[in-house]
């Protein structure tokens, strides 16, 4: 029987995040990971592009072409292509098969959405076919992926640093107990990078180079040596394209103060958390997940501003859709 329920049945894990949508399909693992980003044609709004190839038209399109990040800052600035996308993405993991199999589809989304937004992501699913759908919150689905022991009785931290969105969570008994969420993360961090090369060397760079010099050499540890890296832009004054040596001491300084906001969020929810969790977290330590955990020192700076220890997930981008084809896994054997 449990054969046959898995020829006919397909199980679709979704993380639809600000900066990256991922599937995890049962049997298959990690099946999609691109860019959340649609680029669309102006005037008559159809849609061009999606994913990878959409994100390569960032900032280069022409005019009658816009590039649109629906899921961007947490807010699903535009239904009609956050549904095109959530459409495009989950009928190219669908098997082409003789028999129209109609998937269940968890999804985690940021917790700072509204009702309506949920609304129209649940929405956008249906109409691609699934006939069964589950919205997670991301910290639970981001826990669920880490391999947190969320069902036992005791206080599990976690704090997802995504592109929009920092969401820090304690989680016990299979339930949140506190949520903070803040429209802040490594987007923020590329534009503090942008305004500081600007600011200091008159250059304008876009958001790909901001990133790209965040990831190469941001480092939140001074302790750590200083890289340095040639970026390329375009001369505030001059308006020629220019050259420019960068290094890591003035990129972790650029990034400090929206690092800081990070850093206060986490802080209010340790302060939130009823003693006897605390007790639990300052053993256990806070799990770091999404993307921004990466970030060179960051982990090792949370620790240092908190004193409790931090882990980074073992897989930090993958968490969330990892979690939440576990979440449907864990249903079926309920
Ligand atoms: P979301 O869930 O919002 O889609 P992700 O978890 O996919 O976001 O993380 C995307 C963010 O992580 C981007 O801002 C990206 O620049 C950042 N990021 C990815 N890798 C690194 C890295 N190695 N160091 C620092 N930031 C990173
Ligand atoms: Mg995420």
Redesign the pocket.
Known sequence: MGKLNDIFSLDIGM????????IHVKGKGIVLSE??VVAIEKGTKKVIAVGHEAKKMLGKTPGDIITVRP?RD?VIADFDSTGKMIEYFIKKVAPKSFFKIKPRVAVGI?SCITEVEKRAVSDSIERAGAKEIFILE?SMAAAIGANIPIFEPAGNMIC??????TESSVISLDGMVITNAIRI???E??EAIIKHVKLVHNLIIGESTA?TV??KI?NMDYHQDSKIMEIRGRDAISGLPKVQEITSNEIREALQETINLIIEEIKKTLDQTPPELSADIVERGIVL????????G?SKLIANQTGVPVIIAEN??L??ALGAGKFLEQRNKA
Do not use: F, H
């Open positions: 993380d639809l995040g600000t900066a990256n949508t991922l860019p959340s899921l947490g940021p991301e997802d640093i995504g592109g929009g969105t993360g490594g987007d961090l590329d990133e965040k990831i941001g997940t999404g993307g921004g955990a990466m970030l060179m960051l930090p981008l968490c969330v």
